[in-house]
Structure formats: structure tokens, C-alpha cells
């Protein structure tokens, strides 16, 4: 970093059910000690997953005054009422994917929030930086960061509990409750999953956090050849990628993934989804699923790739049912499909996912947000100078 003086500033999270932090303290601390030029303030919160004198003891200054900092960081919605004019702004603004509804009437909340959101980021010229958008130029444009492993992870977790709640078993505690991956891992590691067969997408951190969680159940990878030609009498999964349940027809993209489905008893979405890909089945399909009664969406995209996926869920209440006829949702139980569609799901386990994001934060983005950028970040930029970058111009017809 250059020796300019500059101050970071982290936001208390505004959502009441988040307690992320993009830093913890002994990384706050670490950041102090390696560059004397450089200044921290933290908001003080009773939320966060760690405490504010944690901070203080690290160097922090504690304040809600953040206006003396050049780079302010948070992790999910901000409150809109304390963005600050002409600062730069970095967190996850999930303002990427509404394309989908411009030139909509919109009655979703969400979605309502993002557009007052990007019309006062144009209005104060503020410069956001959205995490998801900070990419590799080349292949597949690999993001930098995020929490994808430990979503993965937990909504394995919760889809692996919901199952045993659905069959009268005992189920586990959850992992909110637990803190502690380590005891996780040991609790789900006695369990008997017997025959049960699932069906993994993505290729992700949050895929390869969900195979993380299934090994440690026991439960047997196969190719997705044996998972459809082959019978088991143990718990197996198959993990296929958005390549691979893609194919043409009729000039256009469709996905193949209802053609693994006919014979899953749980299916746990992973893959990254755009508006612009192929829905991956219908629900004039669902009656042909069988066996299917469990999906655990960590996508968690609402009328997105899963049509079961009618709502988000909260980590106080993770789970519903969808009648196949209506797809209206259902008390939980044995009818219809249950649901796990938790859209938050790294804050069950806020400090380890919060140390892991802030690894990636400090050797990802700082040094390029600070000294010299190789390109990841001007690509990331959606609006500054009071106007949305070219790649994101679409966004002046989402607010207007």
C-alpha cells in the first residue's frame, strides 16, 4: 500500500438477522500493524459476531461516524438513510440480476429496496463496488470472494436436517446454535443417511462447500452415469456442473436437470444462476419426480431456476412446503415439497465465514483498491461520478 494516509470504514450490518463482518478484529489488527498509514473505524454493533471492545483491543476507533473514512465495507444491504455523498461503497448490493424486471410494476419489497438503493447511490455520487462482480477478466470469470463455501455448507447441513425432521428422526441441533464447525461436523458424521440419493448442481465455492458437507455425512460421491444406470444401498450423491446439464435444442439453451431428477429424494441447487440461463425445470414437471421431496435451494434466487422457490427463508424458520398442484406453499410435512431456501445461510456460522471473507477481502481487493488495479475492480464498479458504468447501464432503465 502507499503511504498516503487512509482510513477504512466497517458498517454495522442493517439487516436484524445478519451479524457478518467483512473483517474480524485479529485481521483489523494484523492490517494496523503491517501499514502505519492506515486507519480503522468500526461502527459499534450488538449483532455482530464479534464484540465491539474486540475491536477497540485490535485499534479500531468505535464510532457511528464513518464520514473521515475513504472506504467504507459492509456485507449485505446497507441502510439507505446513512449512505454518505462522494465515498466508495463496498458490499453485496445483489443489483446484478433485475433485469428480469424493468419495465415491471414492482410489489417486492427486495426489489423495491434495490432501486431506491441505486437511485441514491446515483444521487450522493457515490462509487459502489459490488463484492459479486469482482472477477477474473478470463475463463469462466472466477469470483474473487464470497461467502459460497459456508452457504454451502450450512444449507447442506439444513437440507441433511430437514430430512431427518421430514422421517421422524432425531434432528440436530442447528448450526446457529452449535457455533462451531468442528462440533458439526462430528454431530453429522453419526448420522445414517441409509439409501438416500441426491442430486448436487454447481461448480462453486458453494458446491464444493456442500460436497465438504456431505463427505463428512458419509454420504458416497458417484458419476452422474452411475447415479442414473446404477442402484445403491447406501447414501450417495452426484454433483454435475452448469455445463454439463446445458445442451442445445432448437437453436436454444435448455437444461437437462429434470432428467436426473425422476429418481432423487433430495435435490441441493448450488449453481449460479442469471436471468438470462434456462429455467432448470417447470412444474408441470414436478409431478414426474417421484421420489423427490426435498430441495434445498442455496441459489435461493425467487422466480428464478427452481419454480418451489415461491419465498426466501429466515435461519429462525428455514423450511416450508409446496403443494405440486397449487405451488402454493403448504404446512411443513410429508405432503407436497419441502423447502430449505435460508438466503443468509453463512451468518449460522457468522465468525468462521466472517475470517474466511475477510482473508479474501484483504488479499483480493485491498491491494488493488489501494495501490494498483489489474482491472478486477474498474470492472466491478456499477456506478460512480453519478452514473452506472457501461456494463451496468441497464440499470438506468431498473430505476427510471
Keep these: 500500500m502507499k503511504k498516503k494516509e487512509i482510513t477504512l470504514g466497517v458498517l454495522k450490518e442493517a439487516r436484524i438477522d445478519e451479524n457478518r463482518t467483512p473483517f474480524s478484529p485479529s485481521q483489523i489488527s494484523n492490517l494496523l500493524n503491517k501499514f502505519s498509514n492506515l486507519k480503522i473505524i468500526v461502527q459499534p454493533s450488538k449483532r455482530r459476531c464479534f464484540k465491539n471492545e474486540d475491536y477497540l483491543k485490535a485499534g479500531a476507533q468505535i464510532t457511528d461516524d464513518l ?3 475513504n472506504i467504507i465495507f ?5 441502510d439507505i438513510s446513512t449512505l454518505i455523498k462522494n465515498k466508495i461503497y463496498l458490499f453485496f448490493s445483489h443489483t446484478s440480476k433485475v433485469r428480469q424486471y424493468i419495465g415491471q410494476a414492482i410489489e417486492d419489497k427486495a426489489v423495491i429496496y434495490k432501486k431506491e ?3 441514491e447511490v446515483i444521487k450522493k455520487n457515490i462509487t459502489l463496488i459490488d463484492y459479486e462482480n469482482v472477477r477474473e477478466v478470463s475463463g469462466e470469470g472466477f469470483r474473487y470472494l464470497g461467502f459460497g463455501r459456508f452457504a454451502g455448507i450450512i444449507g447442506t447441513y439444513n437440507t441433511l436436517n430437514l430430512y431427518l425432521k421430514l422421517y421422524n428422526k432425531q434432528p440436530l441441533a442447528r448450526a446457529f446454535e452449535i457455533n462451531d464447525y468442528e462440533q458439526i461436523k462430528k454431530l453429522i458424521s453419526k448420522q445414517n443417511f441409509y439409501k438416500i440419493k441426491i442430486l ?4 462453486g465455492r458453494a458446491s464444493k462447500g456442500a460436497i465438504e458437507m456431505l463427505e463428512h455425512a458419509n454420504i ?4 452422474i452415469n452411475d447415479y442414473l444406470s446404477k442402484k445403491y444401498n447406501e447414501a450417495i450423491f452426484s454433483n454435475i456442473s452448469a455445463k454439463e446439464h446445458m445442451e442445445k435444442k432448437d437453436g436454444k439453451n435448455i437444461s437437462k436437470v429434470k432428467n436426473y431428477l425422476f429418481n432423487t429424494d433430495i435435490f441441493i441447487a448450488c449453481h449460479y444462476w442469471d436471468p438470462k440461463f434456462p429455467k432448470l425445470f417447470f412444474p408441470n414437471h414436478i409431478h414426474e419426480f417421484k421420489n423427490l421431496k426435498i430441495i434445498g435451494d442455496i441459489t435461493c434466487d425467487i422466480n428464478g431456476s427452481i419454480p418451489t422457490t415461491i419465498r426466501s427463508t429466515s435461519i429462525a424458520n428455514p ?10 406453499e403448504i404446512d411443513l410435512g410429508n405432503k407436497g415439497i419441502a423447502i430449505m431456501a435460508v438466503d443468509n445461510l453463512p451468518s449460522e456460522l457468522p465468525q468462521d465465514a466472517s475470517e474466511e471473507f475477510g482473508n479474501s477481502v484483504i488479499s483480493e481487493i485491498l491491494p488493488y483498491l489501494i495501490d494498483k488495479d489489474d482491472g478486477r475492480i474498474n470492472r466491478a464498479i456499477t456506478a460512480s461520478n453519478g452514473k452506472f458504468f457501461e456494463n451496468f447501464a441497464y440499470l438506468n432503465d431498473f430505476i427510471n
Excluded: C, F, P
Design 67 to 69: 464520514s473521515s473514512a
Design 74 to 78: 459492509g456485507v449485505k444491504e446497507v
Design 117 to 119: 438503493l441505486l437511485r
Design 200 to 203: 448436487l448442481t454447481g461448480s
Design 220 to 223: 458416497r460421491q458417484v458419476s
Design 319 to 328: 423450511y416450508y412446503s409446496v403443494d405440486i398442484n397449487t405451488m402454493k
